[in-house]
């Protein structure tokens, strides 16, 4: 059974780093596109970044610079790097992916992690 597991949420201050992880366990043929998410309370969920192919990315403006999408495709695992963290990135954050299972002649379905709390406060 495919699932995404997050991991590396936190609390840090303002101008610190995180970097968030997400592994695709399963049977994995391919894992296209990947993307993350974040929901602050009140609001409503957000695109924060997404890499297609391995090389193509998008960044939402409020965090171009800042953080960087990747992808280990060998690992199965994509990361969110974090830097220069303001107040407003506080959210949960949640992985998101497109993956066809193993051996491949099935369809392309989108799963969720199980999100993790960034909390930037002093």
């Known amino acids: 059974q495919v699932q995404l597991v997050e991991s590396g949420g936190g609390l840090v201050q303002p101008g610190g780093s995180l970097r968030l992880s997400c592994t695709a366990k399963?049977?994995?043929?391919?894992?296209?596109?990947v993307r993350w998410y974040r929901q602050a309370p009140g609001k409503e969920r957000e695109l924060v970044a997404a890499?297609?192919?391995?090389?193509?990315?998008y960044y939402t403006d409020s965090v171009k610079g800042r953080f960087t999408i990747s992808i280990e495709n060998f690992k199965n695992t994509f990361y969110l790097q974090m830097n220069s963290l303001k107040r407003e990135d506080t959210a949960v954050y949640y992985c998101?992916?497109?993956?066809?299972?193993?051996?491949?002649?099935?369809?392309?379905?989108?799963?969720w992690g199980q999100g993790t709390q960034v909390t930037v406060s002093s």
């Open positions: 399963g049977n994995i043929f391919t894992l296209n596109p």
């Open positions: 998101n992916a497109e993956i066809i299972e193993g051996p491949g002649y099935g369809p392309s379905l989108e799963y």
């Open positions: 890499i297609v192919a391995a090389t193509n990315t």
